[in-house]
């Protein structure tokens, strides 16, 4: 019996060791940064005490392989951000979802690093971002970027898809801030709160058999108080309630930030046309003073000319081509509208009176 035992512990720990190995050189194993929670806005971001640098992998079979790197602000970027100084360049955040994060494409490759070279570095570009996160609760990522680093002009990735998801009425998902409408004025339901990873969870992120189940296969075992998905609520998001959400959230984004240069790019509704909260996010722009540019003609363009894919075949994210277009487009509407001359005129004179008052 003891024979019979031994015999399987063995056989056990050689399995294991071999689908360690296999999922470490053969289909290798997604491994993220790990994720903590920033007290003051409840924002996650990579854990920069722990490992700076990794491999993201997706997909079964890993099709997917891209390097990551943690800046100084628990970032995917290559270069550390900033506080304000008067010899600073211009700063431009990109606040948005998964697809700022840039995880799903190789490093130098995401819109955020194209947009920087093709702006000749006239200025830097520094990028806020969640998985899943909404138009709504990238209000609390721009008030993050603005008291850590106070950028000069802030570009918002808007999915049209994701203001009914920031209606508490519609949803409710404590993972991200959300509005609640009621009696005629919204509140604003914070993030929750207190997320940790278990001693045991940290452990098995050790495990390349562990971190595939997770991450490759989707099955959820580092789940933590950040991982519930949305529930969908009977109440349906009218275009009243729409609009009066959009007039909130750029309104109060420009209360928030005076003097700042902020532009909503949206991009990719499922039919790729302009539904009516395209009309309401544009209205609320035009009676606050920000931007919107919308990404929508430029890729169905890309559909009807060029026969290259925008977006991975196995993956609803761009691929290099799209973020590339993103990036050209983007930049080509900055370059339009004078907001980078705007923001760099700011800069200079905001440098001026500095060095007017240090003149005893």
């Known amino acids: 019996m003891l024979r019979f035992l031994a015999q399987c512990a063995f056989f056990c720990a050689m399995s294991i060791l ?17 994720q903590v929670q920033e007290p003051a806005f409840a924002i996650m971001h990579g854990d ?11 997909g079964r079979l890993a099709v997917g392989r891209c390097r990551w790197h943690l800046n100084n602000a628990g970032n995917n970027w290559l270069s550390d ?10 700063v431009i955040a990109i606040i948005g979802d998964s697809f700022v994060q840039g995880f799903f494409i190789r490093e130098g490759a995401d819109f955020p690093a194209v947009l920087e070279t093709l702006l000749d570095r006239r200025a830097d570009v520094y990028t806020f971002a969640e998985a899943g996160a909404t138009l709504a609760d990238g209000m609390v990522l721009a008030r993050f970027a603005a008291s850590r680093y106070a950028p000069d002009a802030y570009v918002f990735l808007v999915n049209l898809e994701e203001p009914a ?12 801030m959300q509005l609640f ?36 296969a989707d099955v959820g075992l580092f789940a933590g108080a950040r991982t519930t998905p949305a529930i969908p609520k009977p109440a349906v ?12 959230v750029v309104g109060k984004l420009r209360a928030d930030l005076p003097g700042r240069q902020i532009v909503f790019m949206v991009h990719e509704t499922p039919d790729r ?11 609320a722009c035009d ?48 370059e339009r509208e004078n907001i980078l001359r705007k923001v760099e005129e700011a800069k200079g004179r905001a440098n001026s009176l500095v060095a007017n008052k240090a003149v005893p």
Not at 82 to 88: A, C, F, I, S, V
């Open 18 to 34: 071999a689908g360690e190995i296999f999922f470490r050189l053969v289909i290798p194993a997604c491994d993220p940064p790990m």
């Open 48 to 58: 920069t005490s722990g490992e700076r640098d990794g491999l993201f992998t997706f």
């Open 81 to 90: 951000y900033e506080p304000l100084h008067p010899g600073r360049k211009p």
């Open 165 to 176: 998801r920031s209606l508490y009425n519609c949803y409710e998902d404590s993972r991200f």
């Open 181 to 216: 409408y009621k009696d005629g004025q919204f509140t604003e339901i914070e993030r929750g709160s207190g997320y940790h990873t278990n001693r045991w969870r940290r452990w098995l992120r050790h495990s390349a058999i562990a971190r595939y189940v997770t991450f490759n």
């Open 237 to 248: 998001a009218d275009t009243v309630l729409l609009r009066k959400a959009m007039t909130y």
């Open 273 to 283: 046309k302009s539904p009516p909260v395209l009309h309401y996010l544009q209205a």
């Open 287 to 334: 009676a606050n003073g920000a931007y919107l540019f919308d990404l929508n003609p430029c890729f169905a363009r890309a559909d009807s000319t060029d026969s290259r894919p925008t977006h991975y075949s196995f993956n609803e994210h761009w691929n290099a081509y799209g973020h590339r277009l993103c990036a050209t487009a983007l930049a080509g509407f900055l």
